[in-house]
Structure formats: structure tokens, C-alpha cells
């Protein structure tokens, strides 16, 4: 290429630029971060390994020393999912306990703030004394939302009262919003597959029936009709499911024998 | 999804814009809209749940049951390798292409007058819940616009289906699956009396049937009635 001999030539600015002022690698982490944000379609996807580590990287692109996160349990409160470490664990309990705090006020307004625990105390007077004297001055919360639908909200907390810049809000928003889509994806998925998976079971359930009545009625040398009838007064008087009962006949874990009873 | 405006064009198209259309009836209207629009001699829309139990939910063209009863008579073909795979089947040319794939099913179709058949999954994620199938009486490729109607025609009527976006609260849509596989249940019972016959398991039952039906020239459906009216026993 033409450019090669010259570094910068034809490269974004904001790269480069990144190098030289970020020798701690952030962008890598925060690179990093992203990508491990958008993967839910693993199969073995786990929710509160997903949001532990949202944390932690939160932590690590932030320059901060702990935070955590928190989920709508679907009826307008929240829970406390994930965070990273165990001082953070229970200050957001206490938040939640206490029904106030800077993640309580994401969640609710749906925007990102950010505080100082000094100058909290009239916002909120018994959440913001206890993080200063677990060790945290300065907090910053984001709502993890995908438009209009607010799941939950992440948790920033410094030990020193350095305010967070405007630079580290708006990483601190877009992991949210990542996180939220990521979320909110993977619950779909998790709906549909539930869907199929019932819908599949249904048309099982129904070949496995004919087919278990078809062999009935050869074993027990009766009407395919009466058959049916035998599977249905066996499933009610072992209160077992029609199609599991069909099941069993079909690969004779239920001898053909023990539902020779007529109806009634 | 990713085509809002194609996706809603086609809803426009076989919904009533007063009243709501019911599950079966949107079914219906799918299948005839491809045959019209794609110049089609079939189309149709099976459920399925393993290979051996499939139901078709609607259908249009002459040559839509040809298709979709001969893969399930022969056990091979675009429709549950679409289905298996979750992804589309695309033969433009049954006598050129893929007869080394499926050389039972290529020549009973050629032979019914089917030259292509394209088959695509009605598919969430990983799981595939059936296919829409698509059949011409002559050779030739679906254009890439028919091929995007297709496609989002799949998706129209999964999520009828699955989620009744289209028919919310329709009772026709249990009625639809409750009758949707009726046509095979003889040959299910008959599998199960073979089963009981040979003692063997059921997907051997099948094998046998299958082998029958192949080597009489009689279908499979023919032979399960017998069974199941005890005019044929497979232990003889």
C-alpha cells in the first residue's frame, strides 16, 4: 500500500491518537469488553457470569474500584445480579433495602448520573453516608436500556472522589445499552426456543399416540378405538401424562400386558 | 425483519384489512400468493417434528401434495434436509442437479412433473418447527426478488404459528394442528401394529413399511390402511 511509509496517513485520527495517550491499553480493554458484551449466542450462555462480567470490565475500563449490577425482576423492582466484589455486594443490597441510591434513580429515570457520596447526603441520606464509610466516595449508575425498555442498571463506585469525565460516562452508557441488547436478545431467543420446543412436543406426542395405539391394538388383538381407551384409563389411574404413558408403550418400558383392563 | 417493507407488503396481501383472518385461512392465502406471484405449480407449508411426522398445514398448485407426500413415502429430500439443516434447499433443476443426493426422490418428481423444487425452513434460532415448500413444472431458478418473497413468506407464517402474531387469540390455530397430520395417521398406527408384529422398534417398523411400499409401487398409505384394516401383516 501507498500509505505504508507514512504511520499515520490514512488511518483514523482517533486510533493513533489512542496509542499515544492510553498507554494502559484501554481501548484493548474496552475492545475486548464489547466483544465478549455481544456474545450471548453461545449456547452455554449464563446470565450471571454475563453480568460478572460486565462488572469487572466496567471496573477495568472505568479506572474503578468496584461495581455491580442490578435486573428488573419483571414486576418494577430490582435485584442485585452480579457484581465485583463482595463490599460492592452488600452496599447494593443496602441501596435496595433502603429503596434509594444511584442505581435505584437510573433504573427509574432511565438516564445516567453520576455523584459524589459528600455531597449525596440530602439526595440520599442513609445510602450515601454507608458508601463513604464502606470506602466509596464517588458512584456513577447507568440504566441498562434498549430504547423505550429499561432492564436494569450498572453500578459504578471509585474509592477516591475523582469524578468521572464525560469520556468515561458515555463508555460507561454504551456498555449498558450493549449489555441491555445482549440481555434482551438472549431472552428472546430463550421465549422462542421454549415456543418451538412446545409446539414440537405436541406434534411428538401426538405421532407417538397413534403409534402406541396402533401397537396396542396388535398385542391385545382389539380395536384401534379401544386402544385409545386403554392408554387414556391407564393414564388416569397412574396419573401420568397421555403422551408419556404412549411413550413407554411404544418402547415397552410399559408392558402392553398391564393395560389390558376394559374400560369402563 | 430485516425487511419491514417486503414482510408487510405480503401480510397486505393475504390478510383482510376489516376483520381478522384466521391461522388456517392466512395459511391458505400464503400458498396461493407464491403460486401466483412466483409462477409456481405448488406451494406448501409443512410442520414438522422429525423426520416421520410430517403435517401440511396448507397448500396450493396442483403439484403441492405431489412434492411433500412423496418425501415422506420415499423418507429423503429438499424438504427434510431443509428442515434437518435448517437452511435452504435451492434445486432449480431436478434432472441436472442433486440426483446423486436424492436419486429416489429426483426421479419420482421428474417423473410427476416437477423440474425444481425450493425448500426453506420455518426456523427460530436453532430450531426448525417445518419448511415452505416451493415446486415448478419447469426448470429454472427462483429470481432473487421471488426468492426474498419466499423467504419472508417462511417467516410470516412461522410466526403465525408460534407466536399468533397474525391471528392473535385464533382458535382455529389448535384446531389447524390438532387436523394438520390426520392424513398420516393410518400409516403412524400401522407402524406400531408392524412394530408389535416384528417386535421391533418403531423406526424399524417404518424402515419396513417403507421398503414395502417401495417395492410394490404401492404408497406407503395404501399398505398402512391394509395393515391397519388387518388385510396384511408384515410377521407372514
Redesign the interface.
Known sequence: MSESGDETAGRPAGIHDGDQRDPTGRQTILARAFVRLADTLVSDFDIVEFLHGLSTDSVAVLGADAAGVMLTDGRGGLRLIASSEERMRLLELFELQGAEGPCLDAFSSGRCLQAGAADSRARWPVFAPHAAEVGFQRMCAVPLRVRTDVIGALNVFRGGDEPFTDDEMEIAQAMGEVAAIALIQERALREHSLLTGQLQAALNSRVVIEQAKGMLSEYLNVPVSDAFELLRTYAREHNRKLSEVAGGVVDRTIPSGTLTRRPG | MRDDGRRARIVAAVTDRDSTTGVAELMRRLCLFAVDEMALSGCALV????D??A?VLASAGPHARTVTTLQMELGEGPCLDAYASRAPVLLPDLSATNANRWPAFAAAALAAGVHAEFSLPLS??????GTLDLCRDAPGMLSADHLSDALAAADIARDA???QQYAPGDAGLAEL?ETA?ND??VI??????????LDE??PNALARLRAAAFASGRSMYEIAQDV?ERRVRFDE
Open positions: 410442520l414438522m417434528s422429525g416421520d411426522a403435517s427460530v434460532g436453532r430450531r426448525g418447527i404459528v408460534l407466536y394442528l397430520g398420516r395417521i403412524h398406527q400401522a407402524t406400531g401394529m408392524i412394530a408389535a408384529q422398534t418403531v391397519v
